[in-house]
């Protein structure tokens, strides 16, 4: 089976504009969740989604939103991009959700804001 | 509130040693504990697994060990090998939350 593809794999923006990242899962799966990694902070969660509801959300302002579409692929927008933006945004796919499914990510998006 | 911490930015061992990998948290909520390897520029890859009602799960050369008195665990990778060398993240979640909450990572280096 394939893995998990994101979609770019590098991506550089300035301040103000929007960006939007896609994931597309592995094939069978049906949950995708999304992270955040920074130098500072690590592994933040970002939002899950399971048959195209978002069951999850972590602590990111509304800028950060996100979607699921019914092959399960999934896509997240940032608008209005600030400088702290700049990451690696990490995509995750399970079979299904919950705290027990194994996830399995991807090579994750790099972005950066100039 | 970090609800996972890995104290130990960095361990270094020698090939063919045991290196330990220690991972706390604070929920007593969480109820499955995750372990990932990280290599730079890539996203985690799952490693090994246990839930709170086990106290050991193993793996090949992997053993993941549960407290849960003392909301702790650990990883064993034995025998070590250059390979291994890695960025490795603990991960803790509940049932109820339905998510992954990941400690800042311990970056692991085997020497030959």
């Known amino acids: 089976k394939a893995g998990v593809t994101q979609t770019p794999r590098y991506l550089i923006k300035t301040r103000g504009q929007q960006v939007t990242l896609s994931c597309s899962p592995i094939?069978?799966?049906?949950?995708v969740s999304w992270y955040q990694q920074t130098p500072g902070q690590g592994l933040q969660f970002l939002f899950e989604?399971?048959?195209?509801?978002?069951?999850n959300k972590g602590n990111f302002p509304g800028r950060f939103s996100g979607r699921q579409f019914s092959n399960s692929r999934s896509e997240m927008n940032v608008s209005t991009l600030e400088l702290g933006d700049s990451a690696l945004y990490l995509c995750?796919?399970?079979?299904?959700?919950?705290?027990?499914?194994?996830?399995?990510f991807g090579p994750g998006t790099r972005l950066l804001v100039l | 509130d970090q609800q996972v911490k890995q104290n130990s930015p960095s361990l270094s061992v020698q090939e063919g040693r045991i290196s330990i990998l220690n991972c706390d948290y604070t929920n007593s909520m969480f109820d499955y504990f995750l372990w990932y390897k990280k290599y730079p520029a890539e996203g985690p890859t799952f490693l090994i697994s246990?839930?709170?009602?086990?106290d050991k799960n193993e793996d090949g050369r992997f053993t993941v060990f549960l407290n849960k008195s003392a909301k702790h665990l650990s990883l064993h990778i034995v025998p070590s090998q250059p390979g291994d060398s890695a960025v490795y993240l603990c991960?803790?979640?509940?049932?109820?939350?339905?998510?992954?909450?990941f400690g800042d990572g311990t970056t692991l280096t085997v020497k030959p």
């Open positions: 991960a803790a979640s509940d049932a109820n939350a339905g998510k992954s909450t």
């Open positions: 995750a796919s399970s079979l299904g959700p919950g705290s027990k499914e194994t996830q399995y």
């Open positions: 094939s069978g799966h049906r949950s």
């Open positions: 989604y399971f048959s195209e509801t978002q069951r």
């Open positions: 246990i839930s709170s009602i086990k």
